[in-house]
């Protein structure tokens, strides 16, 4: 198993200072293990969408963090690694509790890094809400 290049604290204190998103305490990381993270989103009712349903931009965003994340537990904090490529797959309403993601390192090229994230339900690993595959542009 590869060694991660940052502990959680070290990334939550890193996105403690990036902005609103990630500063309002709605996302944490809660674990790495080698290189793979887990981040939660915290429920919050004020963002649903009618019928109570997580809105598919907040997964989309969840997606998008816990993948640029992966980038750090392989590199380190790496501000300016971006996106170059995320596709999202919706498979069931995101109902009623906080959304727990992890990502998963596919590969890691000279520029690029690939990841994918599943999306869950707190309390509900068996049933994903959503799955995305990433790609980051390495500086």
Known sequence: MTESKITVDEVNEYLAGVGEFTRSGRVAVEEI?????????????????????IAGPTLFTVADLCGWLMVFVSEGITPMAVTWD?????LRPAIGGDVIGIGRQVKRGKKLFYGDVTMHIDGDPDRPVAHATVTYVLP
């Open 86 to 90: 995320l596709h999202i797959t919706f």
């Open 33 to 53: 293990n080698g290189t793979e993270i887990t981040v939660r989103w915290k429920y919050d009712e004020s963002m649903l969408r009618p019928g109570g349903y």
